[in-house]
């Protein structure tokens, strides 16, 4: 028996769960199902949200000839098998699942059928579109981004799945306490493919039980909360430490950090952490302490990098603990980021400008010849005089005056850096006007 989700996949757009913002009234997909006007298109998406219900229901409603194959195990000659089928009855439609992994042969192949409208190509991913797949291909599709369904749209699907007789749990007439169904969709972390086949398995294998137990179930039962944790497995993180939503998790833990959200920061650690990605977790906080908080409290971002040390040194699950100080301390602390942006203007100006020679006076000066061509010349040794500072030009002529540094005083430390750097700036400044 083919498994629930399977049977339960949409035949036309009015089953299709969630998505609203493309198959709604007067969205675009069904306005292009109505009108008869499909295009190629690619849906991209975490696992289990509708990319494929979505495809089987587009042709479902059109009636077109509906294939599957997937871009990484399939090859050309199924290519081939789907080609001359659109050639004899005007129209597939092709749902390519993975398709950031097609290769160049089968996309050689592939494009002239998409111009000629052989095939209606519907590309199913995980992965960022604009980042995993070729222009050549990104060009001739529509691009779609799916939404994470809302808990009230999968219980909705659970609740059509036990009702319906024909492909679903209805024979059973099995019931979910409250907390049972909460359990089982929290548990599928959004994925309704996930959580419908685990809605089977405690169905079927409770009823095995009170089969056992002889039981009468000839008027149904209840599935309770104990029954459902036993049958589903933990939580799916949907994580996937080189795809999209990695980088999406990264960026979010970052972000609230540096917004001093710090419940929002320990969620996101908690999901790196449940992942397994101490790795991840240990780079990005080493660049947030340096990046996000940096001169305004210098004593956390040390007690960061200790933080980290230790948790890569005991390792997960222990790791934990270090790594959420860190990231609590991180949180609260006064933000500066005026390191990264001194760094940054001074990059720009290397990058896009004529920024002139070293000044002679810093050049080196340590082989045979360099007096000869005036390097080091006049170069006046700073801890000759008195607080072992003296007035020169350390910048090329052509950036004199430049200022990079830019602190901003959002603590007592950044205030004192603020002070320091003004007072040796003017000295500098008057010292080489007056010299």
């Excluded at 079927?204 to 036993?230: P, V």
């Excluded at 100006?349 to 920024?355: E, N, S």
Aim: with cysteine; charged share 20%.
């Amino acid at each position: 028996m083919k498994p629930l989700a399977y049977r339960m996949r949409p035949q036309n757009l009015n089953e299709v769960v969630g998505q609203s913002h493309l198959i709604g009234p007067g969205k675009i997909i069904r306005r292009m199902v109505e009108a008869k006007l499909l295009s190629s298109m690619i849906l991209y998406g975490p696992p289990g949200i509708g990319k494929t219900s979505i495809a089987s229901a587009i042709a479902g409603s059109t009636k077109y000839a509906f294939r599957m194959l997937n871009a990484a195990t399939d090859g050309k000659k199924q290519l081939q098998q789907v080609a001359t089928e659109g050639r004899m009855s005007g129209t597939v439609i092709l749902l390519l699942d993975e398709i950031h992994r097609l290769d160049k042969t089968k996309q050689d192949y592939l494009l002239p059928m998409l111009e000629s409208g052989e095939i209606i190509l519907i590309g199913a991913t995980t992965e960022n579109p604009y980042i995993s797949i070729s222009p050549a291909i990104r060009s001739r599709c529509q691009i779609f981004e799916l939404r994470p369904l809302e808990f009230d749209e999968i219980s909705a699907a659970i609740d059509r799945a036990l009702a319906n007789k024909e492909n679903g749990l209805g024979k059973y007439q099995v019931q979910l306490t409250p907390a049972a169904k909460k359990l089982l969709i929290e548990n599928g972390n959004g994925d309704l493919r996930s959580t419908l086949n685990g809605l089977e398995l405690a169905t079927r294998s409770t009823k095995q039980e009170l089969l056992t137990a002889k039981k009468n179930i000839t008027k149904g039962f209840t599935i309770d909360q104990q029954e459902m944790a036993n049958s589903i497995q933990m939580r799916n993180q949907n994580f996937d430490a080189d795809g999209d939503g990695h980088y999406d998790l990264i960026s979010a833990f970052q972000k609230s950090i540096r917004g001093s959200d710090t419940d929002a920061a320990l969620h996101y650690l908690a999901r790196l952490v449940e992942a397994g990605d101490l790795i991840s977790i240990c780079r990005r906080l080493s660049v947030i302490a340096y990046e996000d908080i940096g001169l305004a409290n210098p004593t956390t971002v040390q007690h960061a990098v200790i933080a980290i040390q230790t948790a890569q040194s005991i390792g997960l699950p222990e790791a934990r603990i270090p790594l959420a100080n860190a990231v609590i301390e991180l949180s609260l602390s006064p933000k500066s980021n005026s390191a990264i942006s001194a760094i940054d203007a001074a990059l720009a100006d290397i990058r896009t400008q004529d920024y002139g020679s070293i000044p002679n006076n810093l050049k080196d000066t340590h082989y045979q010849g360099a007096e000869n061509l005036g390097h080091g010349k006049n170069y006046i040794y700073p801890h000759s005089f008195p607080g072992d500072w003296v007035p020169q030009q350390y910048l090329p002529d052509k950036l004199l005056g430049k200022q990079y540094f830019m602190p901003k005083g959002n603590s007592k430390i950044e205030k004192g850096l603020q002070k320091q750097y003004k007072i040796l700036h003017d000295m500098q400044k008057n010292g080489l006007q007056n010299s």
